[in-house]
């Protein structure tokens, strides 16, 4: 038996993030994952917390540097045919007014569009994000600051483009990366590491890591004591009670679908009680 709970239950949890192509990746209908841990990847879930951004050379930009967290605008949901008719939001907004967060469509200039069609988005608007100005909202400095190109000033105030998103932005962690618009030549755009991210909601993959944290603590405490035990009782029993023990809390992860528990601290509990029991040897 695995010293951990099989990484399928994990895949379970907090399936692959759409922009990942895999088979395996979350769907509203056949590939849903579990709540609390599959939060970040659910477009309503995430609508209804907002977006912060984080991380980027340009100042204003950043959430705790005056822009706030994104909401979703009034009027800004598309639908998703091909998800189940699946409703998202498609264009975030910045506290102060000044920033979008949204996915491009043909009104978008042919630059961006290109940009987006070059580096790997379908039709060059499907799942492609870009952060840009709103122009009639910055002052003069903003503009001359973020709306120039090659010398000129337009309305045009897109700065980062990151094509392979879905439903939502891709998150930092699944290594798609933002493309900084005005970085270099048009045909050597930098992938930059700017901090995307759902406000207030925990990345299912922290939260699976938590359960790892949890479970090697558990296990590291039993080692203490399953050595003494096993010297004064019989050594079948004592591996047939750690096996069951094992195997029943791993299967008590399951239930939480058929008890429909979606409570961190009942995860916890079981990876704790797991730990105990594997480390009678299993």
Not at 1 to 22: C, D, Q, T
Not at 44 to 57: A, F, I, M, N, R
Not at 65 to 75: F, T, V
């Amino acid at each position: 038996m695995s010293r951990k709970a099989p990484s399928i239950v994990k895949g379970a949890l907090h399936p692959h993030v759409e922009s990942s192509n895999y088979k395996t990746a979350w769907n509203p209908e056949t590939n849903p994952g579990w709540l609390p841990f599959s939060a970040d990847l659910n477009p309503q879930k995430v609508e209804s917390h907002g977006y912060t951004v984080d991380l980027s050379e340009v100042c204003e930009v950043n959430s705790d540097n005056g822009a706030g967290i994104y909401s979703c605008l009034n009027h800004s949901h598309d639908v998703a045919k091909n998800y189940y008719n699946l409703s998202y939001c498609a264009n975030f907004g910045s506290e102060n007014g000044k920033f979008h967060l949204r996915i491009i469509d043909h009104t978008d200039t042919p630059k961006i569009i290109g940009l987006c069609v070059k580096h790997g988005a379908k039709n060059g608007t499907d799942g492609c994000w870009v952060i840009n100005g709103n122009y009639d909202k910055l002052s003069d400095n903003e503009r001359k600051h973020l709306c120039t190109q090659n010398g000129i000033e337009n309305h045009d105030c897109t700065m980062y483009v990151q094509p392979s998103g879905h439903l939502i932005p891709a998150p930092a962690d699944d290594k798609v990366g933002w493309i900084d618009v005005n970085d270099g030549d048009s045909n050597n755009q930098t992938r930059i590491g700017i901090d995307v991210a759902p406000a207030g909601l925990t990345n299912g993959k922290v939260l699976l890591g938590s359960l790892d944290t949890v479970y090697l603590i558990f296990y590291a405490i039993g080692l203490f004591f399953s050595g003494h035990l096993a010297d004064h009782m019989s050594l079948r029993l004592f591996l047939t009670v750690g096996m069951l023990g094992s195997g029943l809390f791993v299967a008590m992860i399951g239930l939480a679908e058929t008890l429909h528990i979606h409570s961190l601290w009942y995860f916890y509990i079981c990876y704790a009680i797991q730990g105990l029991f594997q480390s009678t040897g299993w």
